[in-house]
């Protein structure tokens, strides 16, 4: 059974719920109050987070330890190269899905903060390509893949997957009535169709 919420575990979900539902702008002190059961002018909100600005970092930061530790299971799958594939995007396709919310705050409201949207995109972004492209290195050195641009195709099977997740995220639906299981099985179809050894 899963534990009782804290007072600042449900402050912090209930203001990455507003802030994906109205943006960051839109939503006050008050709001995240209110629908986190406080009263609206208590003030109670500060004894978790110093200030509205501190949720959203806060978010980020949940965010970019959701990041990392995607990138560490990388690092120890001892897998057959379809298997490791597989768990590969469905792993990331989870992660993105837990963190729906905190996709649609990045994708519209980091432009003011600047130091949040460098950390998003270090950590995150940039982070999980070159992971990505360190796996494919590591595969291609073991002669499951054949040679190849590690880091051009980390960014196209990276951002084929957080796309299918990111369009979700902002429109409320897929863009197309694909499941997550199509969508990995094609995904690694693809990868494994254009990278494997060629027969000499």
Request: glycine share 8%; hydrophobic share 40%; net charge negative.
């Amino acid at each position: 059974m899963k534990p009782p919420s804290t007072g600042r575990e449900r402050i912090l979900r209930e203001a990455i719920r507003l802030f994906a539902e109205r943006g960051y702008d839109r939503t006050s002190v008050p709001d995240i109050q209110e629908a986190a059961g406080l009263s609206r002018g208590s003030g109670a909100l500060y004894k978790h987070f110093p200030s509205k600005e501190d949720l959203l970092a806060t978010a980020i930061d949940q965010f970019v330890d959701t990041s990392r530790e995607g990138r560490a299971e990388l690092g120890e799958t001892t897998l057959s190269i379809d298997e490791s594939s597989r768990r590969l995007v469905e792993r990331m396709l989870e992660k993105l899905s837990a963190n729906r919310d905190v996709l649609r705050i990045l994708w519209r409201d980091l432009e003011h903060f600047p130091a949040l949207k460098a950390s998003a995109r270090g950590e995150i972004m940039q982070s999980t390509y070159l992971a990505v492209a360190e796996w494919l290195r590591e595969r291609q050195r073991q002669g499951e893949l054949r040679p190849h641009d590690s880091e051009a195709i980390a960014a196209v099977i990276v951002g084929s997957v957080a796309m299918f997740r990111v369009f979700e995220a902002i429109w409320g639906e897929r863009a197309i009535e694909i499941s997550d299981e199509r969508f990995a099985s094609a995904w690694g179809d693809l990868l494994l169709g254009g990278l494997r050894p060629r027969p000499v």
